[in-house]
């Protein structure tokens, strides 16, 4: 039996997407927003496409903040566009 491939919507795309090709973005319980390369961190979660375009439109549309319940501040989209970069 083939291995069940875990996928995940994108916030910005709306695609659906190995959970492998997306980048999970986490508000933790102390309520900062920060990116979660491990994809094991504590608190609500939200999957971004690892491409700068996909950044620039849930940062546009606000989607991210929308997604995880939060304002998101301009340094994490700076960091984000390093990551992604």
Same mark, same amino acid.
């Given at each position: 039996m083939p291995k069940k491939i875990p996928? @995940?919507?994108?916030? +910005?795309? !709306?695609?659906? %997407? $190995?959970?492998?090709? %997306? %980048? @999970?973005?986490? @508000?933790? $319980?102390? !309520?900062?927003?920060? +990116?979660d390369l491990t994809g094991r961190a504590n608190g609500r979660g939200a999957y971004l496409k690892k491409d700068p375009e996909a950044a620039a439109r849930a940062r546009k549309t606000g989607a991210l903040s929308r997604a995880l319940e939060v304002k998101i501040p301009d340094e994490f989209w700076d960091e984000l566009n390093q990551i992604l970069s």
């Open positions: 996928m @995940r919507k994108c916030v +910005a795309t !709306g695609e659906q %997407l $190995p959970k492998k090709e %997306l %980048l @999970r973005i986490v @508000r933790t $319980p102390e !309520g900062e927003v920060k +990116a």
